[in-house]
T-cell receptor, first 112, second 120 residues
């Protein structure tokens, strides 16, 4: 079966750095995505990894190790508006335009 | 940039009624996905269409059906509504890498604002 694990909740201080981990066990793999979701709103795309290594996009970075089934999302210079749920999602079929399997999300609270 | 459009944004129905949700993908995107997200839950895949043909099927109940039309918009039809169908319904769209108009070459799914369905 498909299994994607991430911590349920995290709290971090404004201006700090936080790392949200994600481990996955899926039947196939064709990319891992991170989305940000504010309550009641749509998931917003943050980053994508398909090869091992680090992808950096401004204050956000994402890392992937396919051999370990592991990814993390790194958020730097935290702002209050970063308080949201962060969803790790895997495309588990070996082709494009296929559905995503989501983790349960990590609810991040940024405090002053 | 144009985004995914969904309508209606909110819908209230009684048990056993029917509902139709609409999704208009980002222009030139060829694949549409439907997801259901219950309160405090992660999005669950329902069904997807590529070039107007069903491409993948997830946990969509038999009471639901969907289709994609010639203009690439998609509709999710829900019948015999149950209380447990109350959720946010998201539509997402993507385009296969290598095709003209792709945003970033990764077949990333971009989500619409969702339809909040409440069944009373």
């Amino acid at each position: 079966g498909q299994n994607i694990d991430q911590p349920t909740e995290m709290t971090a201080t404004e201006g700090a750095i936080v790392q949200i981990n994600c481990t996955y066990q899926t039947s196939g793999f064709n990319g891992l995505f991170w989305y940000q979701q504010h309550a009641g709103e749509a998931p917003t795309f943050l980053s994508y990894n398909v090869l091992d290594g680090l992808e950096e996009k401004g204050r956000f970075s994402s890392f992937l190790s396919r051999s370990k089934g592991y990814s993390y999302l790194l958020l730097k210079e935290l702002q209050m508006k970063d308080s949201a749920s962060y969803l790790c999602a895997v495309r588990d079929k070996d082709s494009g335009n296929t559905p995503l399997v989501f983790g349960k999300g990590t609810r991040l609270s940024v405090i002053a | 940039a144009a985004g995914v459009i969904q309508s209606p944004r909110h819908l209230i129905k009684e048990k056993r009624e029917t509902a139709t949700l609409k999704c208009y993908p980002i222009p030139r995107h060829d694949t549409v996905y439907w997801y259901q997200q219950g309160p405090g839950q992660d999005p669950q895949f329902l069904i997807s269409f590529y070039e107007k043909m069903q491409s993948d099927k997830g946990s969509i109940p038999d009471r639901f059906s969907a289709q994609q039309f010639s203009d690439y918009h998609s509709e999710l039809n829900m019948s015999s509504l149950e209380l447990g169908d109350s959720a946010l319904y998201f539509c997402a769209s993507s385009i296969l890498p290598g095709l003209a108009g792709e945003v970033d070459g990764t077949d990333t799914q971009y989500f619409g604002p969702g339809t909040r369905l409440t069944v009373l």
